[in-house]
């Protein structure tokens, strides 16, 4: 590439009486130029784009107009997306690659190449695409043309394709995928060049990877949240201060408030202030003592109270290390409670009957009026009576009959068996 400039010497008439012309070589640093703003193009669009496929579209158009060729293509494994793969999809020689995204100049047209492409594939280390994946490594082709073992496509020729050059799009040591351009011009090796895309091929593998991993991500806070929002337990979180910062759908029925309306809300804004302050102890303990806590308590809910099994544990902010925040699993134990104290009832109720000295002096009228009595007291009911068969069983006689508001006994009432 020549700078021509032209100085002229003129006669007193102003008239020119002689020009000099001047070339320089400006090859050298025009190419440096354009590998400027291809870097600067890339780096751009890494820092903006927001899925994987915006930026290569944009990053093949930049580099396109950047360096004035006209076609530039994206070639992966089996054709799969660059975040979608796996390991399996390296360097596998059953695999083959297959054009997932390319760029045309506006200007040119190839309609037979435009029309092949999306139907070729190119197996491990065969055509310009498959040597690159095998080799890991950029590859120059002057003139396509005159390298007849690297054309697959035959339309390459038949509309005019010449120049060409591609590089790897590598995790590592892994090609994720390899991007080639194409000229309608037989073009001279870069090295330069070559060694400036294998740095961009490195700078795309690493942003693919980030996006892979803030994709993984998204999938795994999704499925968490989708386990949170099905659990019959109250999932919450809350900062250093108690005010929430995440509850689950199971809360949000419960309480009916919405995950957006309790943010920065306390237990303040959600129970009386004696058991606001309570909830507030256990989850200062928590935070204080930094170990998880396994604590029964008691909330009201529709001014009912009910015991729920709470396990807590502190969060660990990840920069500073300290306990920020807390979250809590909370099961509602109320029905299991009321069971537990009814058991304990009965079981006290069979304590103190088996200790009634009437049952060992064989004074069973007493005995009748001690059953009666704790019956009434432990199942908290106002009447309670006792019968018995006669010999042949055809009558039934109340032994006692008691009374608790009265606390009076009866007995003598007889009745026929079938009734």
């Known amino acids: 590439m020549i700078s021509w400039t032209t100085a002229s010497l003129r006669k007193p008439d102003n008239t020119v009486e002689y020009s000099i012309v001047t070339g320089t070589d400006i090859t050298a640093s025009k190419r440096a130029e354009q590998l400027q703003l291809v870097q600067h193009a890339t780096t751009r669009i890494l820092a903006d784009a927001v899925t994987v496929e915006e930026a290569v579209q944009k990053i093949i158009k930049a580099i396109c107009q950047c360096l004035g060729w006209d076609l530039g293509e994206l070639w992966t494994p089996d054709g799969v997306e660059l975040t979608q793969q796996t390991s399996k999809d390296f360097a596998n020689p059953d695999s083959s690659l297959s054009c997932t995204n390319l760029w045309l100049n506006p200007s040119v047209d190839l309609p037979e190449y435009m029309a092949e492409i999306g139907l070729a594939s190119f197996d491990f280390g065969v055509g310009l695409p498959g040597l690159i994946w095998q080799t890991?490594?950029?590859?120059?082709?002057?003139?396509?043309?005159?390298?007849?073992?690297?054309?697959?496509?035959?339309?390459?020729?038949?509309?005019?394709?010449?120049?060409?050059?591609?590089?790897?799009?590598?995790?590592?040591?892994?090609?994720?995928?390899?991007?080639?351009?194409?000229?309608?011009?037989?073009?001279?090796?870069?090295?330069?060049?070559?060694?400036?895309?294998?740095?961009?091929?490195?700078?795309?593998g690493q942003f693919v990877r980030r996006k892979q991993a803030d994709l993984e991500l998204k999938q795994l806070q999704e499925r968490l949240q989708a386990v949170m929002d099905n659990s019959a337990t109250l999932i919450f979180i809350k900062d250093a201060v108690g005010r929430f910062q995440f509850v689950?759908?199971?809360?949000?029925?419960?309480?009916?408030?919405?995950?957006?309306?309790?943010?920065?809300?306390?237990?303040?804004?959600?129970?009386?202030?004696?058991?606001?302050?309570?909830?507030?102890?256990?989850?200062?303990?928590?935070l204080t003592d930094g170990v998880p806590l396994e604590i029964e308590e008691v909330i009201s809910l529709d001014n009912v109270l009910h015991t729920y099994l709470s396990v807590k544990f502190p969060l660990q902010d990840p920069v500073l290390g300290n306990f920020n925040a807390l979250c809590a699993i909370a099961t509602d134990i109320t029905e299991r409670k009321i069971a537990e104290i009814g058991l304990q009832?009965?079981?006290?109720?069979?304590?103190?009957?088996?200790?009634?000295?009437?049952?060992?002096?064989?004074?069973?009228?007493?005995?009748?009026?001690?059953?009666?009595?704790?019956?009434?007291?432990?199942?908290?009911?106002?009447?309670?009576?006792?019968?018995?068969?006669?010999?042949?069983?055809?009558?039934?006689?109340?032994?006692?009959?008691?009374?608790?508001?009265?606390?009076v006994h009866t007995a003598g009432l007889t009745l026929a068996a079938v009734d």
Request: net charge negative; aromatic share 8%.
């Open 248 to 286: 689950n759908r199971q809360f949000e029925r419960l309480f009916n408030i919405t995950s957006e309306q309790i943010q920065g809300k306390t237990d303040r804004d959600l129970f009386p202030p004696e058991i606001a302050e309570t909830l507030r102890q256990n989850d200062t303990r928590v």
């Open 136 to 204: 890991g490594l950029p590859r120059w082709v002057s003139d396509m043309c005159a390298e007849t073992s690297l054309i697959k496509i035959a339309s390459v020729c038949q509309d005019g394709l010449h120049g060409a050059f591609g590089f790897p799009i590598l995790d590592n040591e892994n090609v994720l995928g390899v991007m080639i351009f194409r000229s309608r011009y037989v073009q001279q090796l870069n090295v330069e060049l070559l060694d400036k895309m294998m740095n961009i091929g490195s700078q795309m």
């Open 345 to 407: 009832k009965q079981q006290a109720v069979l304590i103190e009957l088996a200790q009634c000295k009437q049952f060992y002096i064989g004074d069973l009228g007493a005995a009748w009026w001690k059953i009666t009595e704790t019956a009434a007291r432990t199942l908290s009911v106002e009447r309670v009576s006792m019968w018995l068969y006669d010999r042949d069983r055809s009558l039934i006689r109340c032994v006692d009959l008691y009374q608790a508001t009265q606390n």
